[in-house]
């Protein structure tokens, strides 16, 4: 599986952007994309995530009326709305993809293939 993030920018606070996730490689019924963003010296957050089965997403307390993650009919790309940014939201965004097995909650698998990154930097 090959991910490629593409949509980073330099915003101000209160701006929005929108990252693109193009998935290929494999059969994206099964598997689950998740956007994670990490700073430096931080530990890697998971922000949104969406089935590849039915579209359930998932987004995480920090972000959630937000950030909004969605993807094309065909299921790639993967996108995530980022509005009302701020600086704490500042970081390398990346997204990645794990097999999403039957009874696991999307957020809680393993997201073992991951792109590359993109920056996002929101001033004050």
């Known amino acids: 599986v090959q991910l490629v993030e593409s949509g980073g920018d330099l915003v101000r606070a209160g701006g929005s952007l929108r990252l693109s996730c193009v998935v290929s490689?494999?059969?994206?019924?099964?598997?689950?994309v998740g956007w994670f963003r990490q700073v430096p010296g931080k530990e890697r957050e998971g922000v949104a995530y969406i089935s590849g089965w039915d579209g359930t997403t998932y987004s995480a307390d920090s972000v959630k009326g937000r950030f909004t993650i969605s993807r094309d009919k065909t299921k790639t790309p993967v996108y995530l709305e980022m509005n009302n940014l701020n600086p704490a939201d500042t970081a390398v965004y990346y997204c990645a993809a794990g097999r999403h097995y039957a009874g696991l909650a999307v957020q809680t698998i393993s997201y073992d293939y991951r792109g590359q990154g993109t920056q996002v930097t929101v001033s004050s």
């Open positions: 490689g494999d059969t994206f019924d099964d598997y689950a």
